[in-house]
Nanobody, 126 residues
Framework: QVQLVESGGGLVQAGGSLRLSCAAS????????MGWFRQAPGKEREFVAAITWSSYNPYFGDSVKGRFTISRDNAKKTVYLQMNSLKPEDTAVYYCAARSRDSSGSYYSPRNYDYWGQGTQVTVSS
């Protein structure tokens, strides 16, 4: 069982930066692939980024490539999403998610994640 708590959201102007954190409970954090998703009002949940247990293979959604980075600290049981060059269209609730590294299925689909945080609001003003 894994519990996830996001933090770091807020209001920022376009072009600015934010760093989201996701703190996980449980003893086997390193066994999980960690992902970030976002959901804007009236839209489906969208894949943002994912990172494998070894941190060697990050994955990014097309809309954030080159602007966002994902990292994890297994000792601190925390995953981070650094968001740079933010745009108003990045406005959404951002969710942290976890799945076992042995699970099958695309990293890009929210259906393939087993645990979710409560979300943190990111608002980018123009």
């Amino acid at each position: 069982q894994v519990q996830l708590v996001e933090s770091g959201g807020g209001l920022v102007q376009a072009g600015g930066s934010l760093r989201l954190s996701c703190a996980a409970s449980g003893r086997t954090f390193s066994n999980y692939v960690m992902g970030w998703f976002r959901q804007a009002p009236g839209k489906e949940r969208e894949f943002v980024a994912a990172i494998t247990w070894s941190s060697y293979n990050p994955y990014f959604g097309d809309s954030v490539k080159g602007r966002f980075t994902i990292s994890r600290d297994n000792a601190k049981k925390t995953v981070y999403l650094q968001m740079n060059s933010l745009k108003p269209e990045d406005t959404a609730v951002y969710y942290c998610a976890a799945r076992s590294r042995d699970s099958s299925g695309s990293y890009y689909s929210p259906r393939n994640y087993d645990y979710w945080g409560q979300g943190t609001q990111v608002t980018v003003s123009s």
